[in-house]
Nanobody, 114 residues
């Protein structure tokens, strides 16, 4: 399984970005797809997750601003990020649970300027 992320970049506070993560090497349904982020000096934290049934989970820090979605045909997960804040600056990682194993993307940088 390989995960390829795209969509990071530099944006001003209040702006929006959309991240994508495409999984290859998939035969069966992916159990759980999600996004994590890690800022310098901080631990990696969950940003959003979505189950195969469409149930989503967000921490309070992004609830109402971020939306996760998935395309089960394309094996792709998306993260729409709106009303971005400087504290959202981090490397964002795609995460997938598939066949009892966990996989990570290479990470994409998101920088929000004030």
């Amino acid at each position: 399984v390989q995960l390829v992320e795209s969509g990071g970049g530099l944006v001003q506070a209040g702006g929006s970005l959309r991240l994508s993560c495409a999984a290859s090497g998939i035969i069966f349904s992916i159990d759980l797809m999600g996004w994590y982020r890690q800022a310098p000096g901080n631990q990696r934290e969950l940003v959003a997750s979505v189950t195969s049934g469409g149930r989503t989970n967000y921490p309070d820090s992004v609830k109402g601003r971020f939306t996760i979605s998935r395309d089960n045909v394309k094996n792709t997960v998306y993260l729409q990020m709106n009303t971005l804040k400087p504290e959202d600056t981090a490397v964002y990682y795609c995460n997938v649970f598939y066949r009892d194993r966990e996989y990570w993307g290479q990470g994409t940088q998101v920088t929000v300027s004030s």
